[in-house]
């Protein structure tokens, strides 16, 4: 494209590199869709072209200085979405029509995005206060447990709540006390933590449950149904009848935005993670706030882990978890540690999860490689960390023990 | 460590202690400060505190600890006789003051055999640690190891035992180097956290190996149709026993693969200009970039060596005494992940990694469902559990010995640092 030709629409190159760069990423994800109900394209020439003008889009704004970056994302989404719709496009019509009910998936993907949301929104709060929080997965593993085991011996899936709440900020509290206190490694303190629940709750699982696994039945956490929203065709069926805590996840999702940037307290605890040294002169305390912020995240992700047993799978096992508390972390860096974007990229990983579950059967249960789909929220999550991670900032704090002089 | 207190001159400059320093600079002023005293206590501390938590559910402590205590098989070391063993390579006997086919050396043996894992993947956090990264992807690591041993290990029939096992091992080694690579690519390239990028790792090697050894999947056994296990291991992959039955998990010459990998640690870190780099980044990667060394190229290098590790553990323990690997398997394994505490207890050196491998092998061994007593507690798996808390332990007690250097430094001993900058210029 000659530059002279670019003045005279009034574009820069770089702009129009990286909305072509865009489009390359947007034409992935056509390339997929296409081959999914409602429109079902059959043959696999459609994908093809489609993701192929998206490599080629991402190509040339990767050539005319899109970024790398976005470059070769785009490149990596046009080809994704080749895979993907060609693969649809193998299966047959009707498992797809079982698959991709999109007003289920939706449902599916808020479901799953919630305790990766909670226990996200804790993170942001710790880290943004300085301190890492790797023991995330823990705290989500403490609350899925105590929650199912309050709800079940006490009998009310409220008393669950409160089980795994305090649960996951117990333990939250142990990783406080030895990141901020005794100055550990914050990354060592957390992994000690995750080892730590896994233990307890390992331990406590089978010492009430023995080898016999949870019982079917407990006190469910309820839904809540919008009357009006309930009875429409697609929304309805989407997000009209939806669990107590999915709605809790999207208040805090606010509720965190507009603590972090809209109140004073919000503005020490970022400046605590920014510059604790300027945070103690002006007389906030570095300790307090830290030790607030993270037993907060604790209770946040034990909030995530009740919904995830409880809500999601109803039953309890051992490393129940399985890498979402990680999965969150993702999301914080991806979101660059703000609430709303972080729960967008958790809608993500959510989505994923969904598609994880719903996939192998549309492939029939025979099909041993559709194993592999459970793999699918990790790729997903390892690909987005290397993709958007070095244009993410932390706070400046982050991971250094504060010595009060 | 017994001199007194340093006393400063009106004016003179504070030793620089570095505040905001990495981990593994925290980690070398602590081997000055600590010696073997801090990890002993640390484990100590650990034990009582798992302890407590046995009592606080009502079973009783000391039984479960000396269940533990006899399933590790050290006992073995007083139950002194008159016995003789076979000298390698004749049949000539000799007098020996130990029984090499009691019982308690048959649980020696299999305490031994896990430390020999134990201590490759406990190195695969130390190399990394040692440049500053923080591998917790020694599991996924191990898998892929542990994948193409069998993988070679039951195919290749009529190859050279010698050859065969050489090509497994190395070929086990360089997959678990390439599976850490991915993530020292990444922390080098666009600086993704290697903690949540070896996490990752973990759980793609753990779904591929159910694909590839489950039911219908391409390396699933031939014989049986219904069992998700892989092939055996072929007669001449298997790595030699020199002590015990070879078809009851005798002790194999894989101790001597770890034995001789951490001498390999040892002069890599301290002895070579690769171990130079690794260290310098690991202390502070912007100086080392002043210095002229590439901090990319050693975070690589540096996840790889440590993959390196790992793969070696997952070889010695398909071609060593597994023979094959399935679905339980895989789903249960935490060896990867006991390297963390490994490393960690071991000080990330040389010999404190051999000797906490060996106590975590016999922590694992000793609570392995058989060696627990029923009296001790109804539900054996429990010990498991209990294994898992006491590391969970250890890792946090390690975070607070560096409370007692803190008070230790502000009490007036000034360590390392402040020793040499209280000499005369």
Not at chain 2, 253 to 258: D, E, K, P, S, W
Request: glycine share 14%.
């Amino acid at each position: 494209v000659s530059t002279a030709a670019l003045d005279r629409v009034g574009l820069e190159r770089e702009t129009l590199a990286r909305w072509l760069a865009w489009s390359g990423v947007a034409l992935g994800a056509l390339a997929f869709y296409l081959a999914l109900p409602p429109v079902t394209a059959r043959s696999p020439v459609v994908p093809v072209v489609v993701g192929g003008i998206g490599i080629v889009a991402g190509g040339i704004g990767l050539r005319e200085g899109a970024g790398r970056r976005l470059g070769i994302g785009a490149m990596a989404a046009g080809a994704l979405g080749i895979g993907l719709g060609v693969l649809a496009t193998r299966s047959e019509v009707a498992s797809l029509e079982q698959v991709f009910v999109w007003s289920a998936l939706i449902a599916a993907t808020l479901r799953a995005a919630t305790p990766l949301t909670l226990a996200a929104l804790g993170g942001i709060i710790s880290e943004r206060s300085g301190v890492v929080n790797i023991g995330l997965e823990g705290m989500l593993l403490m609350g899925a447990f105590f929650g199912f085991l309050g709800a079940d011996k006490l009998e009310h899936w409220a008393w669950g709540i409160v089980c795994g709440v305090v649960a996951g900020a117990g333990l939250a509290l142990v990783h406080a006390f030895v990141s901020i206190h005794l100055r550990a490694d914050q990354i060592v303190s957390g992994t000690a933590v995750n080892f730590l629940a896994l233990g307890i709750t390992g331990y406590f699982f089978i010492e009430v449950y023995t080898d016999q696994g949870t019982p079917g039945e407990v006190s469910n956490i309820p839904s809540i149904s919008i009357p009006g929203i309930r009875d429409l065709e697609f929304v309805g069926r989407a997000i009209g009848d939806m669990h107590l805590l999915i709605w809790v996840a999207l208040v805090f999702v606010v509720l965190a935005h507009l603590l972090l940037f809209r109140t004073p307290a919000g503005l020490r605890l970022r400046a605590v993670g920014e510059h604790p040294k300027a945070a103690d002169t002006v007389g906030i305390s570095v300790y307090l706030t830290r030790y607030v912020a993270v037993v907060v995240s604790g209770a946040l992700a034990g909030l995530g882990g009740v919904y995830l047993s409880n809500g999601i799978t109803h039953s309890f096992n051992e490393n129940l978890s399985a890498g979402r508390g990680f999965i969150a972390l993702a999301a914080v860096i991806f979101g660059r540690w703000r609430p709303v974007a972080a729960f967008v990229a958790c809608l993500l990983f959510g989505f994923t999860e969904a598609l994880a579950l719903r996939l192998p059967g549309a492939y029939g249960e025979d099909a041993a490689w559709t194993t592999l789909f459970r793999a699918l929220p990790y790729v997903v999550t390892l690909v987005v960390v290397a993709g958007v991670v070095g244009r993410s900032i932390p706070p400046a704090a982050v991971g250094r023990p504060y010595v009060k002089q | 460590l017994t001199e007194g207190p340093t006393v400063h001159q009106p004016g003179e400059v504070e030793p620089p202690i570095p505040e905001s320093d990495t981990a593994a600079a925290k980690l070398a002023r602590w081997q000055k400060a600590g010696g073997v005293v801090a990890p002993v206590m640390t484990a100590v501390l650990a034990f009582l505190a798992g302890g407590l938590v046995v009592a606080a559910t009502g079973h009783n402590p000391i039984e479960v600890y000396r269940g533990v205590w006899n399933g590790t098989g050290f006992r073995w070391f007083y139950e002194v006789g008159s016995y003789e063993i076979g000298l390698p390579f004749s049949d000539a006997k000799v007098w020996f003051p130990w029984d090499p086919s009691s019982r308690a050396g048959e649980d020696l043996q299999q305490t031994l055999l896990l430390t020999a894992t134990l201590i490759l993947t406990g190195l695969a956090v130390a190399f990394a640690f040692r440049c500053g990264l923080f591998n917790i992807g020694g599991q996924g690591q191990y898998f892929a190891g542990a994948y193409f041993a069998i993988w070679i290990g039951s195919n290749f029939a009529g190859m050279n035992s010698f050859l065969h096992i050489t090509f497994a091992v190395v070929a086990a080694a360089l997959a678990g180097a390439a599976w850490a690579g991915i993530a020292g690519i990444l922390k080098a390239t666009v600086g993704a956290h290697e903690v949540i990028t070896t996490i990752m790792l973990n759980w793609i090697a753990l779904y591929t190996g159910l694909y590839l050894f489950g039911q219908g999947g391409p390396l699933q056994n031939e014989l049986q149709e219904f069992s998700p296990t892989s092939d055996e291991v072929l007669e001449s992959a298997r790595l030699p026993v020199f002590w015990g039955d070879p078809f009851l998990q005798g002790l194999h010459v894989g101790l001597f693969i770890a034995l001789g990998a951490l001498v390999a640690f040892w002069i890599v870190i301290n002895r070579t200009t690769l171990g130079y780099e690794v260290r310098a980044v690991g202390f502070n990667p912007e100086a080392a970039r002043y210095g002229g060394i590439s901090v990319a190229r050693n975070y690589f290098l540096a996840m790889a060596i440590a993959g390196l590790f790992a793969g070696l553990a997952g070889a010695i323990d398909m071609l060593g005494w597994r023979f094959s690997i399935g679905f339980s398997d895989i789903q249960s394994s935490t060896i990867g992940f006991v390297g963390i505490a490994v490393a960690l207890l071991g000080r990330n050196t040389a010999l404190g990694v051999g000797l906490s491998a060996l106590v975590f092998g016999a922590l694992l061994n000793g609570t392995a469902t058989r060696n627990i007593p029923p009296e001790a507690f109804d539900i054996p798996e429990q010990a498991g559990n209990l294994s898992l808390t006491i590391q969970a332990l250890v890792l946090l007690f390690i975070g607070a010995d560096i409370l007692i250097l803190y008070l230790w430094a502000k009490s007036g001993q000034r360590i390392g640092v402040g020793r040499r900058a209280a000499a005369p210029a």
